[in-house]
């Protein structure tokens, strides 16, 4: 059996080679540029000597876009080949067939590819076609020729005869034909990896060329640019020294304009330093002056408040003598309010009443001052307080409550609607 490896593509078989060759490319001995940065479809076969193909396994293999095969590929297609399944008869009887729909090993078959009838049909054309010089029977029956028929006679024809049909002339010339088919194999490969190299070499000499002119006409720019470099620094060296004299004047008569200056400042330091002492001198008088002012005022403010004081303290005694006075001769003081009538104040109630007259008269109502101030808003203006959803109050007139302690606050102020048990009573 003969191990060959032939590539597939949209045409069918584009190319065979023995397997040794195929390892060649594997190892990355041999490349191919012209299957650069692609995924080929290849089939590995076994050919028997009658040239008909008895086992195939169809596989993929990367190349890179040098042209080299993946170095991580690694298919033991000899072992798959001897378990494949049955496949299709290709003249010698059902092949063994190793594909992704029939593999044996589970965790190889997404490297393999299901073929097509037609790739079957091709496999057996090329093997048939004989591209790679494959010996097979036919050859060699025909390089040993009548050799049977002379060494059948020896006795006919003498030993001149049964020399000239000795097995070891015919093992030669069958030698000889395997070497001149091995030669021509040889010359055809080298002949196609020197096109290859030949053109992978004018592809690298038209790149360098390409890189040449690039880094030429880099070059020159950058020569027309130190040359406008060195014409700009010869004029500046001329300016320079035509300016250097002029140059050279203006500094001292920098430097002399900026003693005069230092010393003008210095002198202006001393006079301003003389000036803040004096001013700050003066300062410390007026703050002096200032604090013996604020003392004198706020003596004065004190003597004010004592005096007030003690004017407040005369007018309130002179007010109760004249209270108790009247008093005595039997006046008496009435205050009207709402809910409460005509009060009658005590002599000694004056001084509460005068502090918040609402709180006394809720305390004399015997309500507290918050809701006396709600029942007198409400007797003032009997109109529903109720807040209303758009933010504006109910204002219905409503029945007014006469007295402080029959007012109920959240309900004597809301018309029927808005009471909680006119609530209650419109949802029921």
């Known amino acids: 059996m003969v ?61 890179d876009e040098d042209g080299a095969a993946d170095p991580g590929w690694n298919i033991p297609l000899r072992q798959l080949s001897e378990r494949g399944g049955l496949g299709m008869d290709l003249g010698g009887g059902p092949i063994r067939l190793v594909c992704r729909s029939q593999c044996p090993v589970p965790w190889h078959q997404m490297h393999l590819w299901d073929p ?11 093997a048939k076609r004989n591209h790679l010089g494959l010996l097979g029977e036919e050859d060699e029956a025909s390089m040993v ?43 055809l490969h080298i002949r196609d990896l020197n096109h290859h190299h030949e053109a992978a070499l004018e592809r690298l000499k038209q790149a360098a060329e390409r890189q040449l002119r690039a880094l030429q006409a880099e070059v020159q720019q950058l020569r027309d640019q130190l040359r406008r470099q060195q014409e700009l620094n010869a004029s500046l060296e001329v300016q320079r020294q035509t300016h250097s004299e002029p140059l050279e004047r203006a500094e001292a008569e920098m430097a002399r304009l900026l003693a005069l200056q230092e010393r003008e400042r210095g002198a202006q330091a001393d006079e301003q330093r ?32 004592r005096v007030r004081h003690e004017q407040e303290q005369l007018a309130a005694r002179g ?12 006046l008496t003081f009435v205050v009207y ?25 809720a305390a004399k109502c015997s309500v507290s001052e918050d809701r006396y101030r709600q029942w007198l808003s409400h007797f003032q203006q009997p109109t529903c307080e109720a807040v209303l959803p758009g933010g504006g109050r109910c204002a219905l007139p409503i029945d007014r409550v006469d007295s402080p302690q029959r007012f109920v606050t959240g309900e004597s102020g809301c018309c029927s609607r808005h009471k909680p048990g006119g609530r209650l009573r419109t949802a029921g």
């Open 3 to 63: 191990e060959a490896v032939m590539f597939f593509n949209e045409g069918g078989v584009c190319r065979e080679m023995l397997f040794p060759e195929f390892e060649a490319v594997l190892d990355g001995v041999v490349g191919l540029p012209d299957l650069a940065d692609q995924q080929v479809r290849l089939a590995y076969l076994l050919i028997s000597p009658r040239r008909e193909v008895r086992a195939a396994v169809f596989f993929h293999l990367d190349f």
């Open 116 to 126: 097509e009838p037609q790739d079957l049909l091709a496999l057996r054309d090329a």
């Open 145 to 187: 020729g009548g050799a049977p028929s002379r060494l059948s006679m020896p006795g006919r024809q003498g030993p001149v005869a049964t020399a000239r049909g000795l097995p070891g002339k015919d093992w030669n010339d069958e030698q000889r034909q395997k070497t001149a088919h091995l030669i021509k194999r040889q010359r």
């Open 274 to 305: 003389r000036i803040r002492q004096a001013l700050q001198e003066r300062v410390d008088e007026l703050e002096a002056e200032l604090s013996a002012c604020e003392e004198r005022d706020r003596q004065g403010q004190e003597d004010v408040l």
């Open 319 to 330: 007010v109760e003598q004249a209270l108790e006075k009247l008093a005595a001769l039997g």
């Open 337 to 361: 309010h709402p809910g409460a009538g005509h009060l009658t104040i005590p002599l000694q109630d004056i001084a509460r009443y005068q502090e918040n007259p609402m709180a006394y008269v």
